[in-house]
Protein backbone atom coordinates (compact mmCIF):
# COMPACT_ATOMS: atom_id res chain seq x y z
CA UNK A 1 0.00 0.00 0.00
CA UNK A 2 1.22 3.29 -1.05
CA UNK A 3 2.19 5.85 2.05
CA UNK A 4 2.17 9.53 1.51
CA UNK A 5 4.79 10.97 3.75
CA UNK A 6 4.29 14.64 5.50
CA UNK A 7 6.10 16.86 7.59
CA UNK A 8 4.70 17.53 10.70
CA UNK A 9 5.68 21.22 10.75
CA UNK A 10 2.64 21.41 7.66
CA UNK A 11 0.62 19.84 9.29
CA UNK A 12 1.41 22.07 12.82
CA UNK A 13 1.19 25.66 10.20
CA UNK A 14 -2.07 24.34 8.90
CA UNK A 15 -3.82 24.24 12.43
CA UNK A 16 -2.50 27.20 13.40
CA UNK A 17 -3.80 29.18 10.60
CA UNK A 18 -6.71 27.68 11.07
CA UNK A 19 -7.22 28.98 14.39
CA UNK A 20 -5.92 32.25 13.77
CA UNK A 21 -8.25 32.89 11.11
CA UNK A 22 -10.93 31.75 13.19
CA UNK A 23 -10.41 33.67 16.04
CA UNK A 24 -10.09 36.64 13.36
CA UNK A 25 -13.46 35.72 12.45
CA UNK A 26 -14.79 36.14 15.49
CA UNK A 27 -13.21 39.33 16.55
CA UNK A 28 -13.88 41.15 12.85
CA UNK A 29 -16.80 42.74 12.90
CA UNK A 30 -19.84 41.07 10.90
CA UNK A 31 -19.83 42.00 7.02
CA UNK A 32 -22.61 43.96 6.31
CA UNK A 33 -26.02 42.21 4.25
CA UNK A 34 -25.63 42.93 0.85
CA UNK A 35 -28.96 45.22 -0.13
CA UNK A 36 -31.47 43.79 -1.61
CA UNK A 37 -31.55 43.88 -5.49
CA UNK A 38 -34.35 46.35 -6.31
CA UNK A 39 -36.13 45.44 -9.25
CA UNK A 40 -37.53 48.36 -11.83
CA UNK A 41 -40.76 47.85 -11.64
CA UNK A 42 -42.31 47.00 -14.96
CA UNK A 43 -43.92 49.61 -17.43
CA UNK A 44 -48.03 49.52 -16.61
CA UNK A 45 -50.19 48.02 -19.13
CA UNK A 46 -51.93 50.53 -21.20
CA UNK A 47 -55.95 50.32 -20.24
CA UNK A 48 -57.87 48.76 -22.96
CA UNK A 49 -60.93 50.72 -23.28
CA UNK A 50 -64.09 49.00 -22.46
CA UNK A 51 -65.57 47.46 -25.21
CA UNK A 52 -69.16 49.01 -25.99
CA UNK A 53 -71.76 46.83 -24.86
CA UNK A 54 -73.75 45.31 -28.08
CA UNK A 55 -77.69 46.46 -27.12
CA UNK A 56 -79.86 43.83 -28.28
CA UNK A 57 -81.40 44.35 -31.72
CA UNK A 58 -84.98 45.50 -30.54
CA UNK A 59 -87.57 42.65 -32.09
CA UNK A 60 -89.19 43.75 -35.18
CA UNK A 61 -92.64 45.67 -34.67
CA UNK A 62 -95.90 44.29 -35.50
CA UNK A 63 -97.05 45.30 -38.87
CA UNK A 64 -100.44 44.87 -37.84
CA UNK A 65 -100.25 46.48 -34.69
CA UNK A 66 -98.95 50.00 -36.18
CA UNK A 67 -101.19 52.40 -37.12
CA UNK A 68 -100.89 52.92 -40.72
CA UNK A 69 -99.15 56.71 -41.66
CA UNK A 70 -101.29 59.64 -41.93
CA UNK A 71 -101.73 60.22 -45.78
CA UNK A 72 -100.33 63.67 -46.67
CA UNK A 73 -103.72 65.58 -48.78
CA UNK A 74 -102.44 66.67 -51.92
CA UNK A 75 -102.22 69.54 -52.80
CA UNK A 76 -104.86 71.63 -54.42
CA UNK A 77 -104.45 71.87 -58.53
CA UNK A 78 -103.93 74.98 -59.53
CA UNK A 79 -106.40 76.58 -61.84
CA UNK A 80 -105.14 76.79 -64.99
CA UNK A 81 -105.32 80.15 -66.48
CA UNK A 82 -108.10 80.67 -69.79
CA UNK A 83 -105.98 81.56 -72.68
CA UNK A 84 -105.84 85.54 -72.99
CA UNK A 85 -108.62 86.58 -75.81
CA UNK A 86 -106.47 88.37 -78.17
CA UNK A 87 -107.21 91.96 -79.15
CA UNK A 88 -108.46 93.06 -81.78
CA UNK A 89 -106.60 96.30 -83.01
CA UNK A 90 -109.37 97.48 -84.62
CA UNK A 91 -111.75 97.18 -81.82
CA UNK A 92 -109.31 98.71 -79.67
CA UNK A 93 -109.43 101.72 -82.05
CA UNK A 94 -113.49 101.62 -82.23
CA UNK A 95 -113.52 101.67 -77.95
CA UNK A 96 -110.96 104.78 -77.78
CA UNK A 97 -113.60 106.84 -80.08
CA UNK A 98 -116.18 105.67 -78.61
CA UNK A 99 -114.81 107.40 -75.08
CA UNK A 100 -114.24 110.61 -76.73
CA UNK A 101 -117.54 110.69 -77.89
CA UNK A 102 -119.80 113.27 -75.17
CA UNK A 103 -122.23 111.35 -73.00
CA UNK A 104 -125.66 112.05 -73.97
CA UNK A 105 -127.71 113.51 -71.70
CA UNK A 106 -129.84 111.12 -69.15
CA UNK A 107 -133.62 111.17 -69.92
CA UNK A 108 -135.46 112.12 -66.51
CA UNK A 109 -139.18 111.54 -66.02
CA UNK A 110 -139.82 114.75 -64.38
CA UNK A 111 -141.04 117.71 -66.38
CA UNK A 112 -139.15 120.39 -65.89
CA UNK A 113 -139.82 123.39 -63.78
CA UNK A 114 -141.61 126.57 -65.13
CA UNK A 115 -140.68 128.61 -62.62
CA UNK A 116 -136.75 127.36 -62.92
CA UNK A 117 -136.20 127.18 -66.50
CA UNK A 118 -135.27 129.78 -68.41
CA UNK A 119 -136.47 128.67 -71.75
CA UNK A 120 -135.85 126.03 -74.30
CA UNK A 121 -134.50 122.56 -72.74
CA UNK A 122 -132.79 119.25 -74.69
CA UNK A 123 -133.24 116.69 -71.78
CA UNK A 124 -136.01 115.26 -70.00
CA UNK A 125 -139.40 113.03 -71.37
CA UNK A 126 -142.82 114.50 -70.99
CA UNK A 127 -146.22 112.30 -69.90
CA UNK A 128 -148.01 115.22 -71.49
CA UNK A 129 -147.45 115.49 -75.21
CA UNK A 130 -149.69 118.49 -75.65
CA UNK A 131 -151.90 119.15 -78.59
CA UNK A 132 -150.93 119.28 -81.92
CA UNK A 133 -150.70 122.70 -83.70
CA UNK A 134 -153.86 122.05 -85.73
CA UNK A 135 -155.48 121.32 -82.81
CA UNK A 136 -155.19 124.64 -81.74
CA UNK A 137 -155.07 127.49 -84.41
CA UNK A 138 -156.41 128.03 -87.81
CA UNK A 139 -154.46 127.05 -91.07
CA UNK A 140 -154.03 130.75 -91.89
CA UNK A 141 -152.38 131.37 -87.82
CA UNK A 142 -150.53 127.82 -87.85
CA UNK A 143 -149.22 128.97 -91.76
CA UNK A 144 -148.04 132.35 -90.08
CA UNK A 145 -146.26 130.73 -87.38
CA UNK A 146 -144.18 127.85 -89.34
CA UNK A 147 -143.00 130.82 -91.48
CA UNK A 148 -141.62 132.78 -88.66
CA UNK A 149 -139.96 129.97 -87.01
CA UNK A 150 -138.75 128.73 -90.52
CA UNK A 151 -136.40 131.72 -91.07
CA UNK A 152 -134.89 131.71 -87.68
CA UNK A 153 -134.14 127.38 -88.26
CA UNK A 154 -130.77 126.89 -89.79
CA UNK A 155 -130.55 122.99 -90.45
CA UNK A 156 -127.00 121.95 -90.54
CA UNK A 157 -124.66 122.00 -94.04
CA UNK A 158 -124.72 118.38 -95.15
CA UNK A 159 -126.26 116.64 -92.95
CA UNK A 160 -127.40 113.27 -94.52
CA UNK A 161 -130.96 112.42 -95.38
CA UNK A 162 -131.94 115.69 -93.92
CA UNK A 163 -135.39 115.12 -95.63
CA UNK A 164 -136.08 112.93 -92.42
CA UNK A 165 -134.59 114.66 -89.88
CA UNK A 166 -138.28 115.77 -88.58
CA UNK A 167 -137.83 117.27 -85.26
CA UNK A 168 -140.91 116.99 -82.91
CA UNK A 169 -140.57 119.99 -80.01
CA UNK A 170 -143.12 120.14 -77.33
CA UNK A 171 -143.59 124.16 -76.34
CA UNK A 172 -144.49 125.78 -73.39
CA UNK A 173 -145.64 129.41 -74.32
CA UNK A 174 -145.77 132.33 -71.91
CA UNK A 175 -148.62 134.20 -71.86
CA UNK A 176 -146.84 137.51 -73.46
CA UNK A 177 -145.90 134.99 -75.95
CA UNK A 178 -142.20 134.11 -75.15
CA UNK A 179 -141.55 130.38 -74.78
CA UNK A 180 -141.27 129.22 -71.83
CA UNK A 181 -139.49 125.66 -72.26
CA UNK A 182 -139.12 123.43 -74.53
CA UNK A 183 -137.98 119.62 -75.19
CA UNK A 184 -137.43 117.28 -77.80
CA UNK A 185 -140.07 114.69 -78.08
CA UNK A 186 -137.46 112.19 -79.36
CA UNK A 187 -134.93 111.66 -76.62
CA UNK A 188 -133.87 108.18 -77.80
CA UNK A 189 -133.17 109.37 -80.91
CA UNK A 190 -131.23 112.75 -79.96
CA UNK A 191 -128.89 110.23 -78.06
CA UNK A 192 -128.14 108.07 -81.02
CA UNK A 193 -128.63 109.77 -83.46
CA UNK A 194 -125.84 112.68 -84.37
CA UNK A 195 -127.68 114.02 -87.55
CA UNK A 196 -130.70 114.25 -85.32
CA UNK A 197 -129.41 115.66 -82.45
CA UNK A 198 -127.45 118.77 -84.47
CA UNK A 199 -131.33 119.83 -86.06
CA UNK A 200 -132.63 119.28 -82.75
CA UNK A 201 -130.76 121.81 -81.08
CA UNK A 202 -130.86 123.87 -84.41
CA UNK A 203 -134.42 123.89 -83.68
CA UNK A 204 -134.05 124.80 -79.96
CA UNK A 205 -131.75 127.62 -81.15
CA UNK A 206 -134.57 128.92 -83.87
CA UNK A 207 -137.09 128.87 -80.68
CA UNK A 208 -134.74 131.26 -79.09
CA UNK A 209 -133.52 133.67 -82.26
CA UNK A 210 -134.93 136.92 -81.46
CA UNK A 211 -137.15 137.32 -85.07
CA UNK A 212 -139.02 134.13 -83.30
CA UNK A 213 -139.75 136.32 -80.08
CA UNK A 214 -142.42 137.08 -79.68
CA UNK A 215 -144.33 134.32 -81.48
CA UNK A 216 -147.09 134.97 -84.02
CA UNK A 217 -149.59 133.68 -82.29
CA UNK A 218 -153.55 135.39 -81.07
CA UNK A 219 -153.14 137.14 -78.22
CA UNK A 220 -157.02 136.88 -77.07
CA UNK A 221 -156.17 132.58 -77.47
CA UNK A 222 -153.60 131.89 -74.81
CA UNK A 223 -155.26 129.33 -73.57
CA UNK A 224 -155.53 127.44 -76.69
CA UNK A 225 -151.45 127.71 -77.33
CA UNK A 226 -150.10 127.63 -74.28
CA UNK A 227 -148.75 124.11 -74.65
CA UNK A 228 -148.11 122.61 -78.07
CA UNK A 229 -146.38 120.35 -80.33
CA UNK A 230 -144.52 122.06 -83.35
CA UNK A 231 -142.97 119.37 -85.74
CA UNK A 232 -139.79 120.82 -87.51
CA UNK A 233 -140.07 119.33 -90.57
CA UNK A 234 -137.24 119.77 -93.65
CA UNK A 235 -140.19 118.68 -96.44
CA UNK A 236 -142.48 121.87 -95.23
CA UNK A 237 -140.00 124.57 -93.83
CA UNK A 238 -136.88 124.87 -96.22
Known sequence: VPVDIVEIGEITNTRIRDTEEQEAAKTAPPKPAP?????????????EPPKPVEKAPEPAPDEAALPEPSKKPKPPEKPKEAPKP???????????????????????DARPD????????????????????????????????????????????????AEELIVEVLIEVNEDRTVRSAEIVDQTRFATDSH?????????????????????????QFEQWKTIRFNFDPRDML
Open 114 to 161: PKKNDGTTQTGTTSNQGPALADRLTISQEDLLRRQIAGCWNMPIGARN
Open 35 to 47: APEVKEPEPPKPI
Open 86 to 108: QVDPLASVLKNVAKLKPTPPAPT
Open 196 to 220: FRAAAEAALRALRHPKCTPLELPPD
